[in-house]
């Protein structure tokens, strides 16, 4: 057999992502574009290829395998699209570089494709789909009854009743309480993402007060910020728009700013969908409210929308197709980006529910701009209200911001005519270029932000709202038959009452926030408990389809989510509910017994430790070693480009780009978020997992590499902390002996352990020049497992 055979017959599932990616941008083309000639239905199939399901791939053509898995460039089938093989396809004319794209990580990746549904498609399709109607997660959530335990004394809420039966059905235990301080730490970073003080770690040990730290946290600004990039991780949240070029969205940071907000006053989880989906179409009281509404619409504004595609009706429904995506998976927990070309071959999700959905973002205003060299210049700006007193400040700045221009623009005319006849080398002419291009800085930054009225990315409806037509093979321009808007018929009735001149979306959000919607709750309660607990009770958080996982704890689960829609859908008392169990107090050690029983500690039998997001490890090093800037709200642009002055160009925000000095201390998600990859200075966000923006992530993944330890010690941005940490540490007439235990406490946020302190102290005594060894010390410390995660 051909490496390639083996490949295509194996019968291991494909995670998610893989599914999504094929159906979503390889089956699509696959079907376009060679199904005509290369296809079971095909009169003939040209060289004995078939490209329509994963056995005949598999077999290849005539001459053999045409893909080599992982090997892009010796697979035929990519020889061919590229054009440089012997046979150039398709014959119309060679694909778009970004499908070349799509093609080449595709086969790169293994050229993974699903399961098909068989030899007698259409009746085992029926059949899959009959069997797929009963999953779980379409079934109706009802209010479980509190299972009856052994070891009623361990419990203190029903979350801990319904662990410890499933513990105590498969005879185990659940782990002892962890220490008080380890929980303080736990629970400060995971609610705010930061370590806690050592003022906090005092008055916990004095007062032990679990419900009284968990409040205080909750009411924290930091609270907001932390579980703001949990959601934008779901959003395709970047300040900038398209997949590669780097072009600012020089409004998307209010969008940032309302999540942190809304997260922060606790804004009923309905009501937080039901903004983001239709808020510009919601009625308001004050201005303030009113662009609050208008603002989180920038969930639907924002994201990889291809742009660079001078088809503006495929462009639209590549867009429409984006926000399906995302809401399904982040709201619904579905993958409706694979109903888009057939329908879904694994839930019961037809063409007629994709397409009726779709007309509801189809009649959404999303891009505006002009078409200029196959380029849309922008996504959808909205003027905000303002208030007259802000209208009055606006006109201040406004004439502060003309006099500084223009004050700017005549020195820089008086600098070029003194540079003019000074030698290109002599001592003048160096520090008059220097000014010269300090101030054509200044003048260009003022250019590229004018005092305009208060703007976001937002959304709106078209002219004339219409239903859509399903797109055949998911083209825009094969147009089969009218598919009303409606919502999706597994999670219930899908009928809208959609008037003739809406969208349909505030329609669309009231079907997905109704109480009877299986799914809404689940999913926002499962993805909670991933985000406190390391994985979720469904460790697919995006995906409950039948390809999904299935709940560890289904009645918790139902418990959770009808508790979550009862109690005002708040995300507080949830989350409070759940870091008060005795289930988020155990300790976090390994025991044997749990290990050979449940080794993915499924059941909950300790808490599962795990490392720091690349954001908390930068955000508690600046914390512990005082670097911390709390400013927060804001703009993240601009940052600048050393000698390049084309701020409103792409280059903007190019990969040499650096962070702004006054404001690069702040916390990360302040910091400018850039597609395909942060700017170097945010390193630690590349290297530790940060989500790709270009695509929905529910859970980010975890990897281990030699570049995250070289990056640990040796990033000038760690030896700065470490520096800062040692400074701090130095402070004051103290012992070294005292100094180094207030430096565990500060770091690990624990009393030192026996011998802890002689053996840093030896460490530092052990290196040459007072300073430098106390900042290796630091810089050990802050590198170190114990600092890394959070157990």
């Known amino acids: ?242 997949i590669g070029r780097r072009v600012p969205a ?96 694994f839930d019961p999700i037809t063409l007629d529910d994709y397409y009726g959905m779709a007309g509801i973002f189809a009649s959404t205003r999303t891009i505006s701009g002009r078409l200029s060299l196959g380029v849309f210049s922008n ?38 005519a003194e540079r003019k006849p000074l030698e290109k080398d002599s001592a003048d002419a160096k520090r008059l270029d220097k000014e010269i291009q300090e101030t054509t800085q200044i003048v260009k930054l003022h250019e590229y932000l004018p005092v305009v009225p208060p703007t976001a990315h937002a959304v709106q409806d078209i002219d004339a709202p219409a239903d859509s037509r399903v797109n055949i093979r998911g083209n825009a321009h094969q147009l089969g038959k009218q598919a009303p808007r409606s919502a999706i018929a597994i999670a219930g009735s899908h009928k809208l009452d959609i008037a003739d001149f809406t969208s349909g979306r505030l329609k669309l959000a009231e079907w997905i926030t109704r109480k009877e919607n299986p799914l809404t709750a689940r999913v926002a309660v499962n993805r909670i408990w991933h985000h406190l607990f390391g994985a979720g009770l469904v460790t697919s958080i995006d995906n409950f389809g039948v390809r999904g996982g299935k709940p560890s704890h289904p009645e918790l689960l139902d418990h959770l989510a009808t508790s979550f829609a009862a109690e005002g859908w708040s995300m507080k008392k949830l989350i409070r509910s759940m870091v008060l169990s005795r289930t988020y107090r155990q300790a976090s050690a390994p025991r044997t017994e749990g290990l050979d029983a449940d080794p993915e500690n499924r059941l909950l039998w300790r808490m599962s430790p795990r490392r720091l997001e690349g954001e908390t490890i930068r955000d508690a090093m600046l914390a512990i070693s005082g670097e911390l800037d709390p400013a927060s709200g804001g703009p993240s642009l601009p940052f600048w480009v050393p000698g390049n002055m084309n701020l409103g160009k792409p280059e903007f925000l190019s990969d040499n780009a650096k962070l702004d000095p006054a404001t690069n201390r702040r916390r990360s998600i302040y910091q400018p978020t850039v597609r395909k990859g942060q700017v170097e200075e945010m390193d630690v966000l590349n290297l530790f997992d940060f989500p790709d923006t270009n695509q929905i992530t529910g859970a980010r993944s975890t990897t281990t590499v030699p570049t995250q330890a070289l990056y640990l010690m040796n990033a000038p941005f760690v030896k700065q902390q470490a520096a800062a940490l040692a400074k701090l540490t130095l402070q004051g007439e103290r012992t070294d002996s005292d100094r180094v235990r207030e430096l565990i406490r500060r770091v ?10 002689d053996r840093l102290l030896s460490y530092t005594a052990s290196l040459p020049g007072r300073a430098e060894a106390w900042e290796r010390l630091c810089h050990t410390l802050l590198i170190s497992n114990e600092f890394l995660y959070r157990r």
Not at 94 to 111: H, M, Q, S, T, Y
Not at 309 to 317: G, P, V
């Open 1 to 242: 057999m051909t490496r390639t055979t083996l490949l295509f017959i194996s019968t291991l599932p494909l995670c998610a992502a893989d599914v999504a990616f094929f159906e979503k941008k390889i089956r699509p083309v696959l079907a376009e574009k060679c199904w005509s000639c290369h296809s079971n239905n095909a009169k003939i199939a040209f060289a004995g290829l078939r490209l329509d399901t994963k056995a005949n791939v598999a077999k290849g053509s005539d001459a053999g395998p045409v893909i080599s898995p992982g090997d892009p460039a010796a697979s035929r089938l990519y020889q061919a699209l590229l054009y440089t093989g012997a046979a150039k396809m398709p014959p119309t004319g060679k694909l778009p570089d970004a499908v070349l794209a799509d093609f080449r990580e595709w086969i790169a990746g293994g050229a993974p494709w699903p399961e098909d549904a068989g030899s007698s498609a259409a009746a085992s399709q029926e059949n899959a789909m009959d069997k797929a109607k009963q999953h779980w997660a379409w079934r109706p959530v009802a209010k479980p009854s509190t299972p009856v335990v052994r070891n009623q004394a361990w419990s203190v809420n029903d979350i801990d009743r319904f662990v410890l039966a499933a513990l105590e059905a498969k005879r185990l235990a659940p782990s002892a309480e962890a220490v008080p301080a380890a929980w303080l730490r736990r629970v400060t970073l995971d609610l705010t993402g930061l370590p806690p003080t050592l003022a906090e770690l005092d008055e916990f040990a004095r007062a032990d007060s679990y419900e009284k730290v968990v409040d205080r946290l909750l009411a924290s600004k930091a609270f907001g910020v932390r579980w703001a990039r949990h959601w934008l991780d779901q959003t395709y949240y970047a300040d900038n728009i398209e």
């Open 250 to 345: 020089r409004h998307a940071w209010r969008y940032r700013d309302y999540v942190i907000d809304a997260l922060n006053r606790d804004v009923p989880y309905d009501r937080f969908l039901t903004e983001q989906l239709a808020g510009d179409q919601l009625e308001w009281t004050s201005d303030v409210e009113h662009r609050n509404n208008i603002v989180a619409t920038g969930m639907l504004a924002l994201g990889p929308w291809p742009l660079v595609n001078a088809d503006k009706e495929q462009l639209r429904m590549d867009v429409v197709d984006l926000q399906m995506d995302m809401v399904g998976r982040t709201m619904l927990g579905l993958t409706l980006g694979c109903a888009r070309c057939h329908d879904h071959k």
């Open 379 to 416: 996504v959808n700006s909205v003027v905000l209200p303002e208030h007259p007193d802000e209208m009055t400040a606006r006109a201040a700045e406004t004439r502060e911001y003309w006099e500084k221009l223009t004050a700017s623009r005549e020195k820089l005319d008086r600098l070029r």
């Open 748 to 757: 690990y946020i624990r009393a030192p352990e026996s011998g802890e302190v």
